[in-house]
C-alpha cells in the first residue's frame, strides 16, 4: 500500500524559515517526477516547486529566489527549505507524485498525494 507523509510544517514568523520533508513508503520516490503545492483557505490548490527525476527544477514566481526543493533518492525523501517566508505563503502543504512526462506545477497527471502539513506565517 503506498503512504505519503508530509512533515515539517508549523508556526513562524514573517522572514523565517521552515524545512517541509515528504516521505513515502510502498514505492521509490526516485521513479517520480516529484511537487510541491499549496492551497490556502478559499482558494485553488496551486503548484509551488516541481523536481524532475534527474534533478531539474521549477518555481512559481511568487516563491523563487525564497525556496529551495531538493530530494535525497538515497532517503526516499523530498524537501521543501522555505526561507524568507510571508504571511501569503500560509497555506496547507501538499507533496505529489507524478510518474509520466515530466515535471510540471499543474495538478494533472500526479498519481500520489500527501495530506498535507500546515504553515502559518505571522505578520
Known amino acids: 500500500q503506498v503512504q505519503v507523509v508530509e512533515s515539517g510544517g508549523g508556526l513562524v514568523q514573517a522572514g523565517g524559515s521552515l524545512r517541509l520533508s515528504c516521505t513515502a513508503s510502498?514505492?521509490?520516490?526516485?521513479?517520480?517526477?516529484l511537487g510541491w503545492f499549496r492551497q490556502a483557505p478559499g482558494k485553488e490548490r496551486e503548484g509551488v516547486s516541481c523536481i524532475s527525476r534527474s534533478g531539474g527544477s521549477m518555481y512559481v514566481d511568487s516563491v523563487k529566489g525564497r525556496f529551495t526543493i531538493s530530494r535525497d533518492n538515497a532517503k526516499n525523501t523530498l524537501y521543501l527549505q522555505m526561507n524568507s517566508m510571508k504571511p501569503e505563503d500560509t497555506a496547507m502543504y501538499y507533496c505529489g507524485l507524478r510518474s509520466t512526462f515530466f515535471c510540471s506545477l499543474s495538478e494533472s497527471g500526479y498519481n500520489y498525494w500527501g495530506q498535507g502539513t500546515q504553515v502559518t506565517v505571522s505578520s
Open positions: 510502498g514505492l521509490t520516490l526516485a521513479n517520480y517526477h
